[in-house]
């Protein structure tokens, strides 16, 4: 791997550490001010909203500036979103600016991947930044429960200075000013992000004109017999782990009675599941292995069912590492073979756009029907149960409308196969 590689690594890690330390922040934050529980669950789709919103912009943007530039930009707004949860702005409001600003990362996170490194090397470094991804979603999640627990808050909450009242009055503040800290240090490894002498593509002065561009890139994923494949899985995939995160806290408050800071150590022990999923893949998979792993995510809906079964801590560790490790196997080879399509068919930033849109959209979906249903009064294991209704019977879908374009469209998905297998792709 390149230099810089290590760099975008270290940059992303403490970026998505922060995020996830936020969310389980911002849930103990809502709790403690005696929120409705829809509220809790609302955080996911918030998260995602200017995701779905911006997704036409994004991708011009992250291709009209080197990339590091916009990392840096976006984790300024993150601190931003931080600052208005601190000084007393709705935590849901200021959880939706965090997202803006993971949405403006994300197309550049991605993007100088296809600009950095040949397509033989993508997966490698798809399971390196997403097995390191999900380590910070392990580290993320502990971090925030630590911070707004019992032994640290309190420590935190010691701190005095003089002459300065800062305002901080309760666990869930003191977290997110150590947060903003964690941010800012995302932010310099940004600055150190060299540059790919990648061609910048300049973003359109007329906002507007952006709208029918990124339809056309939409549509064109869409089309492209191995793109559409991998692109609804991806966006599956994604939309059940974006809300994984809330449904095991809820899970472990309903089956175990755990509280948060409890609570968001089996959220890592997800994380560690999804983390040897994704090391494994990234070693045993090609870039053109993607679309046979389909058949975990039906695996995947059934595992999410029997979850509401198990009552004791002992045998819910195993099984949702088992769970994690499905999803992390699944999404490497399939985020891969994405990555390498949008790049050849739009550019990366505008196809890792596309990706998000719809990623998040079903994060979005996914999360305001099971928002809904809480605030209806729908049982918490009912809610879960249909949760996984739904992935199982999309999955088998896709599976079904792979199987077809083997058949149907057979030349074209062996020549794009191949394509995949033998473009070295050196930028």
């Known amino acids: 791997m390149k230099r810089g590689f290590f760099t975008i690594m270290s940059a992303q890690f403490f970026s998505s550490l922060a995020d996830n330390a936020l969310f389980v922040t911002a849930v103990q934050l809502l709790r403690s001010s005696h929120a409705p529980e829809w509220q809790q669950a609302a955080?996911?789709?918030?998260?995602?909203?200017?995701?779905?919103?911006?997704?036409?912009?994004?991708?011009?943007?992250?291709?009209?500036?080197?990339?590091?530039?916009?990392?840096?930009?976006?984790?300024?707004?993150?601190?931003?979103?931080?600052?208005?949860?601190?000084?007393?702005?709705?935590?849901?409001?200021?959880?939706?600016?965090?997202?803006?600003?993971a949405a403006a990362y994300s197309p550049a996170k991605y993007g100088i991947l296809t600009e950095l490194l040949p397509a033989s090397q993508l997966v490698k470094a798809n399971g390196w930044i997403e097995g390191l991804t999900i380590a910070s979603i392990i580290l993320g999640v502990l971090l925030g429960g630590q911070l707004v627990g019992p032994v640290i808050a309190p420590w935190l909450l010691a701190f005095d200075f003089p002459l300065v009242d800062t305002g901080v009055n309760n666990a869930p503040e003191a977290a997110i000013c150590v947060l903003i800290f964690v941010y800012l240090l995302a932010a310099w490894f940004n600055t150190h992000i060299p540059l790919t002498g990648v061609e910048m593509r300049p973003m359109s002065r007329r906002v507007t004109s952006l709208l029918p561009d990124f339809w056309a890139c939409n549509v064109r994923l869409w089309r492209d017999k191995l793109g559409q494949i991998s692109l609804a899985a991806t966006t599956l995939i994604w939309g059940v782990a974006g809300n994984l995160r809330f449904i095991v806290l809820a899970w472990a408050a309903a089956a175990l009675g755990y509280s948060v800071t409890q609570a968001s150590a089996l959220q890592g022990v997800v994380a560690i599941g999804m983390a040897a999923g994704a090391v494994v893949a990234s070693m045993r998979m090609r870039l053109e292995d993607g679309p046979r792993v389909i058949t975990l995510g039906i695996v995947m809906g059934i595992l999410i069912i029997l979850l509401i079964f198990i009552t004791n801590v002992w045998v819910a560790a195993p099984f949702l590492i088992l769970l994690g490790a499905l999803g992390g196997f699944l999404v490497?080879?399939?985020?891969?073979?994405?990555?390498?399509?949008?790049?050849n068919l739009m550019g990366s930033g505008r196809s890792i756009a596309v990706q998000n849109f719809n990623e998040q959209a079903c994060i979005l979906g996914l999360g305001a029907a099971y928002s809904l249903s809480t605030g209806l009064g729908l049982p918490t294991f009912t809610a879960i149960t249909g949760f996984g209704l739904v992935i199982a019977g999309f999955m088998w879908l896709i599976r079904r409308w792979h199987a077809r374009n083997c058949v149907v469209h057979q030349v074209e998905i062996e020549h794009l196969l191949s394509i995949a297998r033998n473009d070295k792709f050196e930028v």
């Open 43 to 101: 955080l996911v789709p918030m998260f995602a909203l200017f995701y779905v919103v911006l997704a036409p912009f994004v991708g011009a943007f992250a291709d009209s500036m080197p990339k590091g530039k916009v990392m840096l930009l976006s984790n300024f707004i993150k601190v931003l979103g931080c600052l208005f949860m601190l000084f007393g702005s709705h935590p849901l409001l200021a959880y939706a600016i965090v997202g803006l600003g």
């Open 332 to 343: 490497v080879p399939m985020n891969a073979l994405l990555q390498h399509r949008g790049h």
